[in-house]
């Protein structure tokens, strides 16, 4: 009997788009696998055998967890690793990557948002693909901090690289601004620095990023450019935060303000301690990102004006930050860990 040797797409069978994850079992990454395979991509999602915070994921709960991928285990910072572990010399038409460093320490940033995020670059065009989506952040547009100038690199990178590439900036998720709801919950002030109205953002939760992220796959208008994006409804600051949150506890706001100047003391003893003390840099550096987010708002910069422009912060997305806080004082924060990045 004769087989026919008529390619898929001529035969009238649409072969699914093969999508290569890295960072598939980060915050983001973990809802970006789920949407892909709801929207019938094949996806293989890359990982370590021990991932999550403190590692405390073992390679059985990341299967559960990445449910309908094929989970493929091994080192995203080891290009040997992720050729022979990950891509296994197969076709592949795309890499998201989801890739971030754990706490923006200078060793990390460059190993992780530079280094093995170029990995992915590298791995992804010897398999073949015509397509690279990074998730990246708004805050690189002001650099200052290393994690930073390592995205930036890898960034200039992707674009001169020739593959079709989207580069999403969201601003702050509703994990990084839900640090305080179990205490405010127990009683306890609100914490803010200054007046609270320092900074300001257009939080998105982490299902609506990972639309937006897999929306790029498809929507040409998407592709080819550098998007900042937040979550629907107006910008909120630190104030914002906690008075809503007393709102929907029904209680009096109690707050406690902290003056940001404390890090224009922490910083440079710690910078000092660094030339004696290599350790310390890290520390240092720490203490630099801290000044960052409590006094650089999450949005739009506009270079001209100097200033930030919650007017020029694309909103997209159904889930507001109202909604997170109920569901939070409700039913908790399982999810919503916060890791190494709990010292900020």
Not at 61 to 74: A, D, Y
Request: proline share 4%; aromatic share 10%; with cysteine.
């Amino acid at each position: 009997m004769m087989t026919s040797s008529v390619p898929a797409e001529k035969s009238g069978k649409q072969q699914k788009k093969r999508v290569f994850v890295v960072g598939a079992t980060g915050y983001i990454g973990k809802f970006v696998v789920r949407e892909l395979v709801t929207r019938g991509y094949e996806v293989v999602s890359f990982a370590r055998q021990r991932s999550g915070v403190n590692a405390s994921t073992t390679a059985e709960q990341t299967r559960q967890e990445l449910k309908g991928s094929e989970v493929r285990f091994g080192d995203v910072s080891d290009m040997d690793s992720l050729m022979r572990d990950g891509v296994r010399g197969e076709h592949f038409d795309a890499v998201v990557s989801c890739l971030t460093s754990r706490n923006g320490g200078i060793k990390d940033s460059w190993n992780i948002d530079y280094q093995a995020t170029r990995n992915a670059l590298d791995a992804g065009m010897s398999a073949g693909i015509s397509q690279f989506v990074l998730l990246s952040a708004i805050c690189v547009q002001k650099p200052m901090l290393e994690f930073q100038r390592a995205k930036l690199k890898f960034e200039k990178e992707l674009r001169e690289s020739g593959v079709t590439y989207s580069i999403v900036r969201p601003t702050a998720f509703f994990k990084s601004i839900a640090g305080q709801i179990e205490k405010v919950k127990n009683g306890k002030p609100y914490v803010m620095f200054g007046d609270g109205k320092l900074t300001a953002c257009k939080p998105i939760s982490e299902a609506d990023l990972a639309r937006f992220i897999a929306d790029c796959l498809e929507d040409p208008e998407k592709q080819n450019k550098i998007m900042p994006i937040g979550g629907p409804g107006e910008a909120v600051t630190n104030l914002d935060q906690a008075l809503m949150l007393f709102e929907l506890l029904g209680r009096e706001p109690k707050l406690k303000k902290v003056p940001i100047q404390m890090f224009d003391v922490i910083i440079p003893v710690l910078t000092l301690l660094s030339k004696v003390f290599p350790s310390f840099a890290e520390k240092a550096e720490f203490a630099r990102i801290g000044k960052y987010y409590c006094s650089e708002s999450m949005l739009v910069w506009d270079p001209v004006k100097q200033q930030y422009d919650a007017d020029a912060t694309p909103s997209y997305g159904t889930d507001t930050l109202r909604d997170f806080y109920k569901r939070a004082l409700k039913e908790g924060l399982a999810g919503q860990e916060l890791g190494a990045h709990s010292m900020f």
